[in-house]
């Protein structure tokens, strides 16, 4: 490969590695934690007229996205701001799982690690 070659070959390189850096995890590939550090109930279902199955306490980390309802976009999330991220989880319910317990929260609660 000659110079030119080598040298469009590293642009390139450097170039997709910046896109890569651009966008985030899938909104169910990483873990969140609770908003504003209150405990927050578990519900067996999602609406806060639901039984609550536990409460996950305020300073809870590690806390995993299982689903939403509505899903959300891939596209918008991982392209979003951090402020986009959370205007969509603001909009849904998810069911998520914290130290072996499964129930629903409002989105609004939680945001990334």
Known sequence: ???????????????????????????????YALREGKPTPLYADMSEKAARKSTIPGDAKGIVLRWCRDEIPFGSWQFGSRKAQLALLDARWCEISYNGAVGNVPGKVLTPQ
Do not use: N
């Not at 000659?2 to 170039?15: E, H, R």
């Open 1 to 31: 490969m000659s110079g030119f070659g080598k040298i469009a070959l590293s642009i390139g390189f450097c170039l997709s590695a910046g896109v890569a850096l651009a966008q985030s995890a899938s909104p169910y590939d990483m873990t």
